[in-house]
């Protein structure tokens, strides 16, 4: 009795979780950790110019993630794989927030280079967003005006 009561709720939870266009939560996911790290961008207050670099950075790919959610893609492998790796980044980027929120990190050198890095990995991401709906993947209308903004900034 008390096993199908959770298999009941479990049920529940999944016909209430938001699936992405890519036919997985993570893109879902993916928007919710960008959004929250943008607002615990605000409160850093070591590496100033970087973080607002990379809030600028995040602020883009929210805005890709958002336009991917919005068209249909389908069950799409490669969009797939590509959320998997900005989640990565999105955590990885996390941490070092965290670590700069409480100036918890090794050496200002090092904390430098790791921001830098991790601008250049959202760049990676946006532009691969990017290429995917240029490849013809996805779809939209909504999505064509998004992405065409995000094309002329790397142009």
Known sequence: MG????????????????ESSAGEPN????????????SLSHSI??????????????????SCLTAVGNCDSG???SLSGKV???LDTINECSDLAKRC???????????????????AKFD???????EIYTSGLIRDSYCHCCFEAERRSFS
């Open 45 to 62: 207050k070591v590496f100033a110019v970087k973080w607002q670099s990379i809030r600028n950075k995040l602020e883009d790919l929210l």
């Open 101 to 119: 929120v409480e100036i918890s990190y090794s050496g200002k050198l090092l904390m430098q280079s790791d921001l830098d890095i991790i601008c």
């Open 124 to 130: 990676t991401h946006i532009k691969n967003l990017s």
């Open 3 to 18: 096993r199908e009561k959770i298999n009941k709720q479990s049920k529940q939870k999944d016909k209430n979780r938001p």
């Open 84 to 86: 998997s790796a900005i």
């Open 27 to 38: 893109l879902q996911r993916a928007i919710e950790l960008v959004t929250s790290l943008i």
């Open 75 to 77: 069950e799409n492998p």
